[in-house]
């Protein structure tokens, strides 16, 4: 059973940065999207970036140009590189393994914080 254990979340001031990790125990196979969703509270859960194993890259409108999503296939490790940080963003940040015909992974979330 693939796990995934996220970590980088924190507390940081507006315009300030924070790179989130994503481990993944075990082989993930050579077809999958792995993503970072985040729940804000009293808000859905949504995405904010995902990659494919082919290296495609999605970004919701409003992290675009401030986020950036990449990956380490030597460590099974996904990365999301967090910019220019706003009150905005604030939420617990999950990451996800889609596979096909597999039920999708979730990881336990890290919070991350942007003060004003």
């Known amino acids: 059973q693939v796990q995934l254990v996220e970590s980088g979340g924190g507390l940081v001031q507006a315009g300030g940065s924070l790179r989130l990790s994503c481990a993944a125990s075990?082989?993930?196979?050579?077809?999958?999207?792995m993503g970072w969703y985040r729940q804000a509270p009293g808000k859905q859960r949504e995405l904010v970036a995902q990659i494919t194993s082919s290296g495609s890259t999605n970004y919701a409108d409003s992290v675009k140009d401030r986020f950036t999503i990449s990956r380490d296939n030597t460590k099974n490790t996904v990365y999301l590189q967090m910019n220019s940080l706003k009150p905005e963003d604030t939420a617990a940040y999950y990451c996800?393994?889609?596979?096909?015909?597999?039920?999708?992974?979730w990881g336990q979330g890290t919070q991350v914080t942007v003060s004003s």
């Open positions: 075990g082989s993930i196979g050579s077809i999958y999207v």
């Open positions: 996800n393994l889609l596979r096909p015909g597999v039920l999708p992974i």
